[in-house]
């Protein structure tokens, strides 16, 4: 029985997978809630499924503890809040984010299992681009809403707005990198291909901030690969990467370098917006964030308040964007401050770093390690991990939700008995 609801609620927990991002990216109305439910069912059927088994083995239990302390203080911000019921929904995302990572952590221990969850996500993403082409050939889904210039201006895949499909597709990228490092050649090679080649494609009609970090990401994943086959090859390429990473940073601070930018910012699909005019949008944004945070610094507003607690610091007078309706706050490092304070900031950060320990080796933990600092990148001027539900499931699954097949040689027997025979956690072949 206890195997039977294990592989229940991994299938609900694959079903969430899919339906986050392909659902508009769970953003608002039935999408939203529908996120909350699988999630929620995918936590109640796996602690229903290790109650009659009897035992819960994690390689790494620390980050379950402070994601359990995280959840904590996110409902205790939700029933405090000004607005509770805007709380309880926000605090029922995150309760479905963490508790779906929780469970594949808990439960997708073995080869088999993890190929269901890698197979699930190289099929959304699928389906997401596919769903981008079609649109760019004028075929849409009934149901969805799409912006005004879509498709001859901008593509949003499954997504309501391109920036949130950019961001999303960059653990598409990815994904697929990881998978053709890490797979020995065969029947999968070329639909991953095409995948990735799509995956940039789009990811070029979308006219979004995230453009340049969808191209980074898939080529992240060569690093990791480095440092598995020759650590200090990649510790070299690696402080490399991040010497160059702070040299265009600095360089895009200058006006010579926001020049250089905007002369060649059409050749990555960045069509509508000029750096300058980027730079001082978000700096508009952020002083929302920044005033609620010097404002609530240990506690935040509240978790899902931004609606209607950032109107309160609207400056005076106001023009441009910071007199427009501002729907989150475009950074995931002030999104978080400014609900949650410096308390949640920090156990989210515990959870986050906790997580990197007794990973393993297999593609869903390489891609979490990929995307990682590409995410912790964008966090600076977008807010994918704590504003856009699709993609804060997936993200976080990847990031959390991996475990180490070492580990088997502890688990209960019937995970060895699925094992057999041996194989090789990264390549899935038979030793």
Known sequence: MATGLERLALLVACLALAWGPLAQGST??????????????????????????????????????????????????????????????????????????????????????QQVVLSTLLVTGGAAVTLALLQQRGIFVPGFTYLDGVPE???????????????????VAALCTTV???????WHTLPILALAAGTQYVNLFTDGSSIPAVILAAGVPMLVWLWKKAPWLGAALTV???????????????????????????RLGIDSQNLTGFLQGREDIHQ??????????NGGVGIGQWGTEFQRYRPTPSQGISATYVNYAHSDYLMVLSELGRTGAALLAMVIVLALFRRGKTVLSFTGLAILPVYL????????????PGTMLVAFSLFLGTRAFEAINYNPPYLIAEQSPQRDPVTGMAS
């Open 288 to 297: 929302f964030g920044e005033a609620m945070w010097h404002e609530h610094q």
């Open 377 to 388: 990148f964008t966090g600076l001027y977008d807010s994918h991990l704590s504003a856009i």
């Open 240 to 266: 490399g990467a991040g010497a160059a990473a702070v040299w265009v940073v600095l360089s895009l601070t200058t006006p010579q370098g926001q020049q250089t930018f905007d002369a060649y910012k059409t």
């Open 153 to 171: 201006q901008i593509l949003t895949g499954p997504y309501f707005h391109p920036s949130h499909f950019s961001g999303y597709l960059i653990m």
């Open 28 to 113: 608002f109305g039935v999408w939203f809630s529908g996120l909350i439910i699988l999630g929620s069912v995918t936590l109640a059927l796996t602690f229903l499924a290790t109650g009659v088994r009897g035992r819960l083995t994690l390689p790494n239990p620390w980050w379950p503890l402070f994601a359990a302390l995280f959840l904590a203080w996110v409902w205790r911000s939700a029933l405090t809040a000004p607005d509770v019921l805007a709380g309880e929904r926000w605090a029922g995302i995150w309760t479905a984010v963490l508790g779906v990572a929780f469970s594949l952590a808990a439960l997708a221990g073995t080869y088999r299992r």
């Open 180 to 186: 053709l490092l890490n797979t020995r050649p065969g």
